[in-house]
Structures are given as structure tokens and as C-alpha cells.
């Protein structure tokens, strides 16, 4: 197995490149009056979903880098509550702060030192693949939301195809 090969695979799936948008495209130039309001037949805002983006990967890499770890509360910890609302400053701090544990999670797949088959201190088994695997899905599965999101909420830039 070229092990260089699948590093270099998973960094991109970590930065979200191939098959799916990448985070960065998604959220550029979204509008202020968009972030806190609720598409039709939707039960969470724009900020609510990247926000779950963000304490879900900075979750992961917890679980993977903290060996006191401790589980958090589904679903309560991994969503804002329903009402909460973001400001243009809270909303640049999540999506900064999501990009810097990407990074994160990218760093540890890259570093040759990490085993990416090893188990994980006190998990059932678990490696640094599985878990590079569902974040990447996660991310992959609610970008794409994000997406379709603001096509219904018409959020795109003029000229977005």
C-alpha cells in the first residue's frame, strides 16, 4: 500500500476537493440579512448549520488529539440553541474557526509520524482514517446542504452557476 498516496487523498478529502463543493466556495459573499433567517420548511438558519459544522469537527478532532476526552451531549452540544443568532463578526469566527481545525485534522493526516491505521487511546478501535473519514463525510453531506440552501433562499452572488 503507498501509504504517501493515501495521505495525500485524505488531505483532500479533508479540504473538501473532487466531488463535492468546497466549503470556501459555499460560503463566499453571503449576504448579512441571509444569516440568521430560516429557509422555507427549514428548522435552522444558515449560521445554525455552519455553527453545527463547526462544533461537530472541532469535536472530532478533540476525540482524536484530547485523551481526556470526554463525549458531548447529542443533540444539544453539537447544534446552537434555536434561537441563537449570529452577528457578521460571529459568523467570520465560525467559518474561521472551522477553517483552522480543517487545517488541523489536515495536519495530522499529513505527518508521517501518525499512524493512520493506529487505534485511538481509549476509543473501541477506532483510527485516525475512520474518524479523517467522517469528518470529511459530515462536512461533505452539510456543505452540500448549505448549498441547496441558498439556491432556495436565493443567496448566490449574480452569475453563480
Excluded: C
Excluded at 482524536?64 to 476526552?69: F, M
Excluded at 487545517?103 to 487505534?119: E, I, K, M, S, Y
Aim: charged share 30%; net charge negative; proline share 7%.
Amino acid at each position: 500500500m503507498d501509504v504517501d498516496a493515501l495521505r495525500r487523498q485524505l488531505a483532500d478529502l479533508v479540504d473538501g476537493v473532487g466531488a463535492h463543493m468546497p466549503f470556501d466556495e459555499a460560503v463566499a459573499d453571503f449576504p448579512d440579512d441571509a444569516m440568521n433567517r430560516r429557509p422555507p420548511n427549514v428548522d435552522y438558519t444558515p449560521w445554525h448549520l455552519l455553527e453545527h459544522l463547526r462544533l461537530t469537527q472541532v469535536d472530532i478532532l478533540r476525540y482524536i488529539t484530547d485523551p481526556a476526552y470526554e463525549e458531548r451531549s447529542w443533540p444539544d452540544e453539537y447544534w446552537p440553541d434555536k434561537a441563537a443568532t449570529a452577528t457578521r463578526e460571529e459568523w467570520d469566527a465560525t467559518v474561521r474557526d472551522f477553517l483552522a481545525d480543517r487545517a488541523a485534522l489536515r495536519a495530522l493526516v499529513t505527518d508521517p509520524a501518525r499512524d493512520l491505521f493506529a487505534v485511538i487511546p481509549g476509543t473501541p478501535g477506532h483510527t485516525l482514517l475512520r474518524e479523517i473519514r467522517i469528518d470529511a463525510d459530515h462536512n461533505a453531506y452539510h456543505i452540500g446542504e448549505f448549498a441547496v440552501l441558498r439556491q432556495v433562499m436565493g443567496t448566490w452572488p449574480a452569475g453563480h452557476s
